[in-house]
C-alpha cells in the first residue's frame, strides 16, 4: 500500500524563484505535517493540518512560506521568493487525527524534497 | 518541557555484536515514546513506539527498546547487528500536540 508520496524529490532552483512542494498524505489519514530537516537546526515542524485545517503553524519559519490543503488527499508548501537558506530537506508526514486526546497515534513520513536555491 | 536526548552522535558496532542507541527523555504526565530510522537519501521510517504495558517494546527489523521510567531512559537495541542497519536513528516524545525529536544517532555497523 503506498506511503506518504511526495514531489518533487529533488529540486533546484535560484534564489527569489518560487518553490511549489507537494504531498499526497496516507489514505485515511486526518493529518498532515510539513518538517524541515538541515544539518544545523535538526528536524523542524513547520506547520500540521487535521481534516485539512491548519492547527499550528508557529513553525513555519517567515511569510515567504505558506501552505496549504484544499482536500484530505493533497497539500503544497510553497516558499515565494525562495533564498539560500532555505536549501534543506523538507519532509510531509500524515497520521490519524493528531490530538492531545490521542497521544499514541504515529506519524508516517514521506521520502522527503531535497531543495538547494542557489 | 517536553524534551529527548541521545547523548551519542555516533555508535560504532562490529557486524554480529548487540547495539545499544541511547535516549532519555523529560516529559510531565506519562510519556509516550518512539523511535525512527533514517537511511540515507530517505524519509523517516516509523521502527517502535512505547505507549503503555510491557517495558520491553518490539518493532521492525528486529528492533526493541526497553522503557525504563526510574532512569527516564528508551534505549534502543538489536541482539544482533547487520551491516544493513547502519543509518540515522531518531528518539522522539510526544509532546503536547509535537512530536519532539532528538538530533540523532548514526549507527554505524562494521563488517
Known amino acids: 500500500d503506498a506511503g506518504v508520496i511526495q514531489s518533487p524529490r529533488h529540486e533546484v532552483t535560484e534564489m527569489g524563484q518560487e518553490v511549489t512542494l507537494r504531498c499526497k498524505p496516507i489514505?485515511?489519514?486526518?493529518?498532515l505535517f510539513w518538517y524541515r530537516q538541515t544539518m544545523m537546526r535538526g528536524l523542524e515542524l513547520l506547520i500540521y493540518?487535521?481534516?485539512?485545517?491548519?492547527?499550528?503553524d508557529s513553525g513555519m519559519p517567515e511569510d515567504r512560506f505558506s501552505a496549504k490543503m484544499p482536500n484530505a488527499s493533497f497539500s503544497t508548501l510553497k516558499i515565494q521568493p525562495s533564498e539560500p537558506r532555505d536549501s534543506a530537506v523538507y519532509f510531509c508526514?500524515?497520521?490519524?487525527?493528531?490530538?492531545?486526546?490521542?497521544?499514541?497515534?504515529?506519524?508516517?513520513f514521506g521520502p522527503g524534497t531535497r531543495l538547494l536555491v542557489l | 518541557a517536553q524534551s529527548v536526548a541521545q547523548p551519542e552522535d555516533q555508535v560504532n558496532v562490529a557486524e554480529g555484536n548487540p547495539l545499544t542507541v541511547k535516549c532519555t527523555y523529560s516529559?510531565?504526565?506519562?510519556?509516550?515514546l518512539f523511535w525512527y530510522v533514517q537511511y540515507p537519501n530517505r524519509g523517516l521510517q516509523f521502527l517502535l513506539k512505547?505507549?503503555?504495558?510491557?517495558?520491553l517494546v518490539k518493532g521492525s527489523y528486529g528492533f526493541e527498546a526497553e522503557f525504563n521510567k526510574s532512569q527516564t531512559s528508551f534505549h534502543l537495541k538489536k541482539p544482533s547487528a547487520l551491516v544493513s542497519d547502519s543509518a540515522l536513528y531518531f528518539c522522539?516524545?510526544?509532546?503536547?500536540?509535537?512530536?519532539?525529536f532528538g538530533t540523532g544517532t548514526r549507527l554505524q555497523v562494521f563488517p
Open positions: 512505547y505507549i503503555t504495558g510491557d517495558n
Open positions: 493540518f487535521n481534516n485539512n485545517v491548519p492547527i499550528d
Open positions: 489514505s485515511g489519514h486526518n493529518s
Open positions: 522522539a516524545v510526544r509532546g503536547t500536540d509535537k512530536l519532539i
Open positions: 508526514a500524515s497520521s490519524f487525527f493528531w490530538d492531545s486526546r490521542r497521544p499514541q497515534e504515529t506519524q508516517y
Open positions: 516529559v510531565s504526565g506519562n510519556p509516550y
